[in-house]
């Protein structure tokens, strides 16, 4: 009886000390709504790949380049001035919250007129987060934006991300490259790339 | 009178230079518009019930410089149980340079129903907002941005709940079968004719 007295003293005394002398009042609210936000920016080149000089004929069993590979002739692409840099990249907007992976996957490509396909694995590509050209003079940091690259694959290659923890306003660059097989025919292939922006789950 | 045609000249010159001017800047934008996607959230997180259904919005928006044909989709586990209310979408870029907050995005509503369950699950998955293929390329490309879902579900509260409707239908079918059986057999009863399980002593 005593015990159960006692409690109740305690809680009661807990629960309502701020009658017995301590004001309060309450003024405003605070309120915040907090988002995240993810978003790429791609290059116009980026969305329209064509190999060869254009409105060239590809010749069978020869590598191609893509028609920017190599086209950024001067500039501030990257850390300094890129000679040779590619047209091809894709920036982590300044707005981003979080860092991102780029990952890239493709289609096969098809004749315009006809049933012949061209495999997608027979396009390659390589990219650099830092110079636009891959190489810079006095840096002997590997090159990964030179021929053969890597194939492309028919899901996004994971293994494999065009840049990994992108932070916010950094840009990678990237190129393609097009291997005409011997046994191809001739004809106007048309097919399709997908590039991917996702959260790599680092804050910026 | 050379003095003049002199003038003449320069001004032919001068205009000429100038519409060529206007012409290239008014086509700059057209030859270098670049493509842009973005997404808000860019992840979401659910702590839910199996069975429960989760109505949410998000945002998608244009980084570019030109107007963006979004497609919404899903991929991933949380395809099997998503639906969005929007397939595509048209939305205008940012204003230059984007700052937040987003300000031309649009928005689109995504209901979850999560599956039941009788043990805790862990479903992910991405909502994909893509755009971009310019016709007549070699290799067109298409650009995309995924904001990654993760829903814990717990199991369902209540024993009915945790049933699906698979489930339902296969107790409805064995209640039906169990019901017409003994009633048929109760009703021939009555009628004096009697079942019984006869064992062949042979």
């Known amino acids: 009886m005593f015990l159960g007295y006692a409690v109740f003293s305690v809680v009661h005394e807990y629960l309502y000390s701020g009658s017995t002398g301590l004001v309060t009042s309450n003024v405003g609210n605070f309120t915040a709504n907090v988002a995240s936000t993810i978003a790429c920016t791609w290059s116009n080149f980026a969305v329209n ?62 004749e315009s007129v006809g049933l012949n396909v061209l495999r997608i694995t027979n396009v390659t590509w390589g990219s650099n987060v830092t110079f636009a050209n891959g190489t810079y003079p006095g840096v002997t940091t590997a090159d990964n934006m030179t021929y053969p690259g890597l194939p492309l694959n028919y899901t996004f290659d994971n293994m494999h991300k065009v840049a990994s923890l992108l932070t916010v306003g950094s840009t990678a660059w990237y190129r393609f490259w097009l291997n005409v097989t011997n046994t191809l025919p001739a004809g106007l292939y048309i097919g399709n790339y997908t590039m991917q922006c996702t959260d790599s789950g680092t804050p910026a | 009178m050379n003095n003049y045609s002199a003038k003449k000249g320069r001004s032919h010159f001068q ?117 971009g293929r310019a016709p007549g390329s070699t290799l067109g490309g298409s650009v995309s941005v995924a904001m990654q879902v993760e829903i814990y579900a717990k199991p369902t509260r209540y024993f009915w709940n945790r049933i699906t409707p698979n489930q339902w239908m296969l107790i409805g079918g064995v209640l039906i079968f169990i019901v017409l059986f003994f009633g048929s057999r109760r009703y021939m009863k009555k009628r004096g004719i009697h079942l019984r399980f006869i064992r062949d002593r042979r």
């Open chain 1, 49 to 110: 790949i064509t190999f060869g000089a254009p409105g060239a004929s590809l010749t069978q069993g020869t590598s191609y380049n893509a028609s920017q590979n190599y086209n950024y002739s001067n500039g501030p692409l990257g850390n300094g001035s890129a000679v040779n840099g590619s047209l091809y990249n894709v920036t982590a907007a300044s707005t981003n919250t979080v860092r991102v992976n780029i990952t890239v996957k493709g289609e096969d490509l098809y």
């Open chain 2, 15 to 131: 205009r000429f230079f100038l519409i060529t001017c206007l012409l290239s800047i008014a086509l700059l934008p057209v030859a270098l518009a670049d493509i842009g996607v973005g997404l808000s959230p860019a992840k979401r997180i659910y702590n839910v019930e199996g069975g429960q259904v989760v109505d949410d919005t998000y945002t998608v928006y244009n980084t570019g410089d030109g107007d963006l044909l979004a497609s919404i989709s899903a991929d991933g586990v949380i395809a099997q149980f998503v639906t969005i209310d929007a397939s595509s979408l048209l939305v205008k870029p940012e204003p230059n340079p984007h700052t937040l907050p987003i300000k031309n995005g649009q928005t689109f509503h995504v209901r979850y129903k999560i599956p039941t369950g009788w043990s805790p699950q862990t479903y992910t998955g991405n909502i994909v907002a893509s755009g």
